[in-house]
């Protein structure tokens, strides 16, 4: 209604007087500047102690680490982290290792191939732990722990107290590494241990008691074992990083061969599922051309991998297991050393230890 009757009242002031409106130009009009407020961002001030890493150990065998989160609690998980950094490296490194791809008996196509990111979480499992010092600033919590990296045998003894050797019940494989034999040399008996992983990073497991495994200790559950009734060889004993090099096996009765491939970190894959066997064979076949081919971790930096064969006389299902591909550091669930442990207690096996050093 409004608009129609200022239309009407438009009509009368044009027919009377002829008035020519004005019509005022928008360029005229002055822009509008508009003011641009830069903010600033106040640095974070951090503690001297925190910021220089002030604090000094006084034994050679404590570590300290440090860390800061917005409680004393996140805190004090990131200076857990940072021990743990110290102890376990492998954990957070690049993971890069490769094979070229190959055909096997039953037409399945698979490559060695892997890259990604591994990481370590603030819920690692360490006894021993004190707290240096904390500090609060600028609403930043700094926090800095001791760790006592004491000898593993100590460690166990001394956490566990009074334990009752298990002189019959324990893993075979674990039994005749290098890390399990100076530990029942030092207690003075074996003792059921496993091997656990959780959080991350790789335990030895003794009822509910957890030790955590540091990067030398983990190496020594690495080892060759023989099989007195069937061969298991690589063509190297220590590889160059791209080298080639395949596996023969020679088994004085038919059935059937898994091999599995452990790398450093503990990522298990199912390198050949059962294959048929009568006398020898070659992994990967000579007929197909094909060949596995060395990697490094790092560039630069050696490495190691364990190889396990396992003979049985009808095909096994290790569908639990996953060949090797792009992604399988992306999940705990390729993890599985322990998990092939306890299948290499059920089944007869025969395992390789090598190494992989860098041109």
């Known amino acids: 209604m409004r608009i129609i009757l ?10 009377c007087g002829n008035l020519q409106p ?10 509008k500047t508009i003011k641009k407020v830069k903010t600033i961002e106040k640095p974070q001030i951090y503690p001297q102690w925190y910021k220089y890493r002030r604090l000094q150990s006084t034994v050679q065998y404590e570590i300290i680490g440090y860390g800061e989160g917005k409680t004393f609690k996140e805190a004090e998980s990131n200076a857990k982290e940072d021990i743990a950094l110290t102890l376990i490296s492998k954990i957070d490194s690049s993971f890069t290792a490769q094979t070229s791809s190959y055909k096997n008996n039953f037409n399945e196509t698979y490559s060695k191939k ?31 722990l001791k760790y006592k990296n004491l000898d593993l045998a100590y ?11 298990d002189e019959k019940q324990y893993n075979n494989y674990l039994s005749q590494t290098p890390l399990i034999k100076k530990l029942s040399d030092s207690i003075g008996c074996q003792l ?18 957890l ?20 061969k298991f060889l690589s063509n190297k004993k220590v590889l160059t990083d791209g080298n080639s ?30 294959i048929p066997i009568n006398k020898i064979i070659q992994i990967p076949p000579e007929y197909g051309g094909s060949y596995f081919e060395a990697g490094l971790v790092k560039d630069g930096v050696n490495t190691y991998d364990l190889y396990v064969a396992i003979y049985t006389q009808e095909p096994l299902d290790m569908s ?10 992306e999940s705990e669930l390729a993890y599985k050393f322990d998990e092939l442990i306890q299948v290499m207690t059920e089944y007869e096996y025969s395992s390789i230890f090598i190494r992989t050093i860098s041109k």
């Open 114 to 144: 892997n890259e990604s990111k591994l990481r370590i979480t603030s819920n690692i499992n360490l006894h021993n732990l004190k707290t240096v010092k904390q500090e609060e600033l600028d609403n930043i919590f700094c926090v800095a």
């Open 192 to 209: 059921n241990f496993k091997l656990d992983r959780r959080n991350e990073a790789w335990y030895l497991k003794y009822n509910e008691y």
């Open 320 to 329: 639990r297991f996953e060949y090797a591909n792009e992604d399988l550091a």
């Open 6 to 15: 200022y239309f009407l009242i438009s009509l009368i002031f044009i027919g």
């Open 22 to 31: 004005q019509i005022t130009s928008i360029k005229n009009e002055p822009k």
């Open 155 to 165: 460690r166990i003894k001394t956490t566990i107290g009074n334990f009752k050797c």
């Open 211 to 230: 030790f955590l495994l540091t990067d030398s200790e983990y190496e020594e559950l690495y080892i060759s074992k023989k099989n007195d009734n069937f």
């Open 245 to 274: 090099f395949y596996f023969t096996l020679n088994s004085k009765q038919s059935g059937y061969i898994t091999l599995f491939n452990v790398y450093e970190n503990g990522i298990t894959t199912l390198l050949q599922p059962s």
